[in-house]
């Protein structure tokens, strides 16, 4: 820079001397913002793995484990080793003889497998309390520490890791103990849930997107409207979505949402079919809206040579025009679903009950969801629903993760083809 | 074929002389008319959708004000909120709705605005492909999990920098903060698009004339995209005011007029989750009551959508 000046004089040396702290202050002020925008950046990273390890932090740990019966005094032998027989006598031998016939309504406790009658052993006898959980972290760090308290406060608790996302976590049912509860019911009900969903958001999302872009012309008044009125119900609030199923699923629609129309016997209109029909409203405008970029991205040459060849408008989209659209359409679906699988709010007004022990049935029985257990879990004070709630979460963060990574997989695979 | 075969084929003097008429009228085809008419029922259905909304929230609503003791001013203007004793005034409820998405505006406009300055015009096309994945999977994050970050995380930091007895433990602070942390992905990528969209012509020009990168930045790329970034700014304030699971779960339950951001207060959609998630009884002023907040929550989303979509459509500047 200095080399490229001319040659001054005395007089203007100041002004230059100005004149080059003024550019230096105008460099140095865009490095500093550059590395303010870099590390504003940087936050929402920060933001992210301070979410993850919060959760995962939460999801594992020391516990300690007092038991209301000491397993030694039931059997000298561990309780897997036992056989049928002895398993089902410690039961009679320590269960009041109520208890035992309410378990036999169903068969005899011998005849029962032997894992449901250790579980039942667990569950009805030992009673294994949680009497104090530990986050990941302080476990790790703080071993030692953790043992010494354990062992002078709970003489008789036992002291172990648990990952709170276990096997038993997945094919348990909720249960008012967290040591007990699990997923299993809220799975089936997202999942039965968002089959719904899908058939219903799908056909008519999809047919929506090929009537704004293949039939409709872009003119008219009512197209117009329809195309504006879907942008903006894109960014309605999902709880909205939730108060119009609630007055219309649940409530003006009650005979067809409780199954009374088909003969099942259905108490009310707070069934998975009510919530898979509002989460379909809320998904359309998003599914639509992806469907028509697809529709929209296959070339015209496709359409024309079909027209040329003799083909009525719908054999040309049904034929070209869909195929080529289809992986975009299934991603954009894909994404959409990935939407109403985490959603709560909306399920909290149709009416999700949180205390289900039993599987879904079918679409109008009454249900739970994932994200409503966690929301359940989330608001309770005692900590060890904060661990469950936590293990919940995962299960739904790795579900929604491979949803996005199918979605991925899919959208290369297009964009190779093309 | 027959018709074909006479006239190529057989070229004989009376196939010349009576020539075979053809239907040249358009062939009817019902399947086709089916079926458009199905597409044009399914584009139908979103209009319905709006249509359902506004009708279902507004009949109930109508209801709920159509009770001699409530009626339309006191339900704007009343501060306090407690339907026990027939009291229904939204602003306590409206009061810690403006106070969160005010937090989360906070947050999120000037980070998501220098997240997308950063994006499109500092970073390099390897560090893109590493951040806007990030982002999106910060925009994917079921708000349900949000909500437990609030409260487990946001939470206990408040009470820790501010001391725990000036901290609720539920407050609208913390759900605030964690809603910026929310909106921020949808701000950064909105206004990403925004400031790609100028064209390279304006930043070379800017750059010709000596200015430094950021000053292109700012004095000329930002100015031109202003109406994307006001359009994702009014979008982020509908997202916020809309949003029901951070603020169910981080910022407590029952409805409290309040300035204090460290207070817990209930928030519009906070009170819709909390009475809809207990058993509900059709036609008692709880009951109508949600739609009445709902219509106000509908309307309000809705006109700003509409808002910014016209800000971003008249004011946008349209280069060649």
Redesign the interface.
């Known amino acids: 820079m200095n080399q490229m000046e001319p040659k001054t004089f005395g007089s203007n040396q100041e002004m230059q001397d100005a004149e080059k702290n003024f550019l230096h202050r105008r460099h140095q002020r865009a490095r500093l913002a550059q590395s303010v925008f870099q590390l504003t950046t940087l936050l929402a990273v920060i933001f992210l793995a301070a979410l993850l390890v919060t959760v995962v932090n939460k999801s594992m740990g020391y516990v300690v484990v007092e038991n209301k019966v000491d397993p030694s005094t039931l059997s000298d032998r561990p309780l897997s080793e036992l056989n049928n027989t002895e398993l089902a006598q410690i039961l009679r031998e320590n269960l009041r003889k109520n208890r035992v016939r309410t378990l036999e309504r169903a068969g005899f406790l011998e005849d029962q497998s032997q894992s449901t009658l250790v579980q039942l052993v667990e569950t009805e006898i030992i009673q294994p309390e949680v009497v104090e959980s530990y986050n990941l972290f302080p476990s790790l760090i703080k071993r030692s520490k953790i043992k010494a308290d354990a062992a002078s406060t709970y003489p008789n608790a036992k002291v172990e890791f648990r990952y709170w996302l276990n096997g038993t976590f997945l094919t348990n049912s909720m249960a008012s103990q967290p040591e007990l509860a699990g997923v299993r019911s809220a799975l089936l009900g997202s999942l039965q849930l968002i089959l719904i969903t899908i058939l219903t958001a799908f056909p008519i999302g999809v047919g929506a997107a090929i009537y704004l872009e293949e039939y409709a012309s872009h003119k008219s008044r009512i197209n117009r409207l329809i195309q504006t009125n879907i942008d903006n119900l894109a960014g309605v609030p999902s709880i909205v979505y939730g108060i119009l199923g609630l007055a219309l699923f649940v409530r003006a629609l009650q005979p067809f949402t409780s199954g009374a129309l088909f003969g099942v016997d259905g108490q009310n209109g707070r069934t998975i079919l009510s919530a898979g029909l509002t989460m379909a409203l809320l998904i359309l405008p998003i599914l639509i809206i992806n469907a028509q970029e697809a529709i929209r991205s296959v070339p015209d040459s496709l359409r024309q040579a079909s027209y040329g060849l003799g083909a009525t408008r719908w054999q040309t989209i049904w034929h070209h025009v869909l195929p080529g659209a289809m992986p975009g359409i299934l991603t954009g679906t894909i994404l959409a679903i990935s939407r109403a699988i985490g959603e709560t709010a909306p399920l909290i007004v149709v009416g999700a009950s949180t205390f289900i022990t039993s599987d879904p049935t079918g679409p109008f029985s009454s249900f739970t969801a994932l994200p409503i257990q966690i929301y359940n879990w989330t608001t309770r004070p005692q900590p060890a629903f904060q661990h469950i709630a936590a293990a919940a979460i995962l299960v739904l963060l790795i579900a929604l993760l491979s949803l996005n990574a199918a979605a991925i997989l899919l959208r290369n695979r297009f964009a190779k083809r093309v | 074929m027959e018709n074909t075969a006479r006239i190529t084929g057989k070229r004989t003097a009376t196939a010349w002389k009576k020539p075979v008429s053809y239907n040249l009228q358009k062939k009817t085809?019902p399947?086709?008319a089916i079926?458009?008419a199905?597409?044009?029922?399914?584009?139908?259905?979103?209009?319905l959708?709006?249509l359902?909304?506004v009708l279902?929230?507004g009949?109930?609503a109508w209801l709920f004000f159509g009770d001699p003791e409530i009626s339309v001013i006191s339900f704007l203007t009343g501060t306090e909120w407690q339907p026990k004793i027939g009291k229904f005034g939204v602003l306590p409820l409206l009061n810690s709705t403006l106070i969160t998405s005010v937090i989360a505006i906070v947050v999120a406009l000037?980070?998501g605005i220098?997240?997308a300055?950063?994006?499109s015009?500092?970073?390099s096309p390897k560090m893109r492909s590493i951040?806007k994945p990030?982002?999106?999977?910060?925009a994917?994050?079921?708000?349900?999990?949000?909500?437990?970050?609030a409260?487990?995380?946001m939470t206990p930091l408040l009470r820790g920098i501010f001391g725990s007895q000036n901290v609720d433990v539920y407050n609208m602070a913390s759900a605030g903060l964690v809603m910026g942390?929310m909106i921020?992905?949808l701000i950064?990528s909105m206004s990403e698009d925004a400031l790609s969209a100028v064209p390279r012509s304006l930043r070379e020009a800017a750059y010709g004339l000596g200015a430094?990168?950021?000053?292109t930045?700012?004095q000329v790329v930002l100015p031109a995209a202003l109406s994307g970034i006001i359009a994702a700014f009014i979008?982020g304030v509908?997202?916020a005011?809309?949003?029901?699971?951070i603020v169910?779960?981080a910022a407590g339950s029952g409805p409290n007029f309040t300035f204090n951001p460290f207070n817990a207060a209930e928030t519009m959609?906070g009170y819709?989750?909390r009475i809809?998630?207990g058993d509900l009884s059709?036609n008692t002023p709880d009951y109508n009551s949600?739609?009445a907040i709902?219509l106000l929550?509908?309307l309000v989303?809705?006109g700003?959508?509409?808002l910014s979509?016209a800000i971003s459509r008249r004011f946008r500047e349209v280069y060649e």
């Open positions: 085809r399947t086709e079926i458009q199905f597409l044009l029922f399914c584009g139908v259905v979103s209009i959708t709006t359902g909304i279902e929230l009949k109930e000037p980070l220098a997240t300055m950063f994006l015009e500092y970073a951040l990030i982002l999106e999977v910060l994917g994050v079921p708000t349900v999990v949000y909500g437990y970050f409260l487990t995380f942390i921020l992905p950064s430094t990168r950021l000053e930045a700012l979008i509908s997202r005011v809309g949003e029901t699971m169910a779960i959609t819709i989750a809809s998630g059709y949600i739609f709902g929550l509908f989303t809705f700003l959508n509409i979509r």
